[in-house]
């Protein structure tokens, strides 16, 4: 299997919870990330975990980490239309240069 | 101009050109990176340059050739390439290698396709 993986796709309606999930096999990784990108754009660093953290919280987002499982999430809160993007998770840090996964593309409608 | 620009947007070139990628970072990052995007992969790592040294060379073929001539500016020669070698090619750079947390910032992308 790959070293990160995520499901393809994820669809929402408008103001519902979003949960984008990531497996990773490296359980040395220090950090845990998850980036967006918007259609035409690179990506963006949307939040990161220590590997020794269970949970950090930022507004409309909360990520989850099952470090025993080497799972990771992303729970965004009241999705908007601007939510639309494609996630990515990766891990890395110390001496590890980000791995990535291929992407979650998430699409919300109304 | 802020963040990491990349130029040019878009290029099409043929099997037999010769053409670079350009890439500019003006947040003082030591680290700068070129990734290969291609549709439902994994982002593919091709070259990690810290403080102007190459550092990470992911078995890529030799018809892509980096260089670095200063911490602000990254370029990718292409040259003979494939149609598979038909992509999104991404900039990024973060503050250095040595900090261990890799807040990577990235630049828009060059859309390449080969004819």
């Known amino acids: 299997g790959e070293d990160v993986e995520q499901s393809l796709f994820l669809s929402v309606r408008e103001g519902d919870s979003s949960v984008i999930n990531c497996t990773y096999t490296d359980s040395s990784s220090t950090y845990l990330y998850w980036y967006k990108q918007e259609p035409g754009a690179g990506l963006q660093l949307l939040t990161y975990?220590?590997?020794?953290?269970d949970m950090k919280q930022d507004q409309r987002l909360t990520v989850l980490l099952n470090k025993k499982d080497k799972h990771l999430s992303l729970r965004i809160a009241d999705t908007q239309t601007g939510d639309s993007a494609i996630y990515f998770c990766?891990?890395?840090?110390?001496?590890?240069?980000?791995?990535f996964g291929r992407g979650t593309s998430l699409i919300v409608h109304p | 101009e802020t963040g990491v620009t990349q130029t040019p947007r878009h290029l099409v070139m043929g099997m037999t050109n010769k053409k670079s990628l350009k890439c500019e970072q003006h947040l003082g990052h030591n680290a700068m990176y070129w990734y290969k995007q291609s549709a439902k992969k994994p982002l593919e790592l091709m070259f990690v340059y810290s403080l102007e040294e190459r550092v990470e060379n992911n078995s890529v073929p030799s018809r892509f050739s980096p260089e670095c001539p200063n911490s602000s500016h990254l370029f990718l020669h292409l040259h003979t390439l494939q149609p598979e070698d038909s992509a999104l090619y991404l900039c990024?750079?973060?503050?250095?290698?040595?900090?261990?947390?890799?807040?990577?910032?990235f630049g828009p992308g060059t859309r390449l396709t080969v004819t």
């Open positions: 990766a891990y890395g840090g110390g001496s590890y240069i980000p791995t």
């Open positions: 990024a750079s973060s503050q250095d290698l040595a900090s261990g947390s890799y807040e990577q910032y």
């Open positions: 975990i220590f590997s020794n953290m």
